[in-house]
């Protein structure tokens, strides 16, 4: 069972057969010979499912769909005035995909696995996740009745396992990190027949990820956006977003790549100039991008390079601050990886790499509703009169 | 400064001028009389922002809009076949609330809330609160750069307190129900001089629930529902989306208005076939709808009866089971509000008033991701082994 678009070795550059349950290139050891998908004139069509609007850009079979119509949707980019005055930029937008089904961005390449899954003739899929990919493969299996077979790190936040065991999705805490639990989930796949979801072994899943690149280009259309900010765990969601611009006609459209200065892999290997990765433990409060070995670096420092972008790290505290202001300036609520593009911009603006005209896009890339377990929440009791609000509004 | 539609009181059918700060009827006591609003010829404009789309059904000045479009869009309405099987009717589709900017159908009034409030002048805007109301409100007036200051019972959801706190609102946690942060509000609003977010006392809330009716009856076309369920509160929303199927040409789909058993004082009245209500203390898990002492009953009688419709009372554990099922069978993460109605279809069918071939809507109102902080996620820990998965698996 093939699909109809063609699958490049990153390393070789040779040409793989596109079966549904392709991996990485046989000829290079380990995970090193990433496979990219290439379509060949893709034509745009109609409507707001990104799966049926860039159907001929993405890996889908000639079979009926399997989510309805609707599941996805076309995600609103929407100008934050007030906040690209204070960041000092031309103009701000959000690409707001906290809005998709269960909440961020993955929600694009986990409709996508269940559609190849079921082609493939799967009942299950296996995916190692820091939370917002494992939610939204079990609420994407919950709709087509497939089980999600889940690998978390201990540690993820409440909000993200709330929504799994909503979902129903067998969920397995793993002693260790993401990397252990990613590692484990690819074996687990392999030993008991699960299609396996994780985005750098399987060339597909990345494309799902790339509709919000085409997505983004649809909307700016000729007001074209100088920057777009996001930020980087394994790698696959820039890389993604760049290849959709680029096939939206926007590749000259710069990305500023973003990573929490506990878990810069990346960032380091951008900085000495080399696509060698050096595995560090992460540490941050952006545990959607908590990733000390990434696995599509390669992927993600040539789609940055290729944009004429630049990787970034930003501290946590300016992670965290970025969030507020996110929230109180502009008006979304974001989990703190989320943030991070913020924090990103405000530094690059800074050191003049972003110029007070630019045209500025950050993606929001899932809900601050996952991590709310860490939030204080310091509100004043009153009693219920009058003069215990004018105590509050007075001080 | 008034705005182009009527008001009539729906006591004694006489026409308030419009002004932007029209409250209930001055004609009778109290609250008693709630003032509906009317629009003469409304066409529908296109687009899938709401307040552009039904800007003529709507009391909106012929001013700019302050919140910019596509911060409200069309909410998706999706099949839930297994489901429909597991209830017995003849096809179930979700009207998904949860996609909208904070997660609540409230999105749709805190929106014209805003418009209204800059259009007269207003800087703050008061609401009381169960929750989403309170997250919507403090959501659009981050956007807009309001003040919104929210009065909420003790025991509100960690969530909805985390997203208050993410947009800066301020917030006074009231030592009391749910009707007494609803009153102190109305006072504080009235000696501050804050705009009135209420949709009780305040006719044109309402008018923006009334959106999903519309978007309801455009999405579903010839193909009309016979029922539409949606959980009750104070009886604004089911009286805004009656309202807006019939402004939309479906105005004999039928209500099947679902209250929690221990908030279930509109339940009451129907039973009684009265419009008096007798306020009770609410107990209930549904905290969105736990209301002893509703607002809008009147309206939300006289809709549900007008539809051909029913009031049904579910308790508390088969909100908690159709909440399951909502999240395992059909991939819909609900709060416990937002799942009522599934029990009450449920009921519905086992008595022979939803037939075994009737198309049903069922409404959710608000995420589960609000709610989170009270879910067990009881998952195994696991060693990083495929031992340890095998026990799992063949557990």
Known sequence: MTLPVRLRCVLCEQDRPATVDAHVCPEHEGLAGI???????????TGDDPLDRYRSHLPLPATPRVLPTGYLT????????????????GELLIKDESRNPTGSLKDRSSALAVELAVYGGYTDIAC?????????LAGACAVAGLTARIFVPVGTPVGKLAQLAAFGAQV?????????AYY???DAARAFGWYDRNCAVNPYLMEGKKTCGLELADQLGDARADWVSVAVGDGCTVAAIGKGLAEGGHGDTRLLAVQPAGAAPIVDAWVRNSEEITAIEAHTVADSVSVGRPRNAVKALRTVRASGGAFRA?????????????GRIAGFFAEPGAA???AAIQGARAEGLIGPHDRVVHVVTGSGLKTTARTATPFPEIEATLDAVRAVVDA
């Not at 076309?74 to 930029?89: D, F, K």
Request: proline share 6%; aromatic share 2%.
């Open 314 to 326: 930003v501290d946590d505290a300016d992670i965290e601050a970025a969030a507020r202001l996110l």
């Open 128 to 136: 190692a996740s820091t939370g917002n990919a494992a939610s939204s």
């Open 184 to 186: 484990l989930c690819e």
């Open 340 to 342: 991070a593009g913020i």
């Open 35 to 45: 496979l990219d998908v290439v379509v060949d004139n893709p034509r745009r069509g």
């Open 74 to 89: 076309r995600t609103p980019l929407l100008p934050a005035p007030r906040l690209a005055t204070l960041l000092g930029v």
């Open 172 to 180: 397995m805490l793993v002693r260790g990190s993401y990397d252990d």
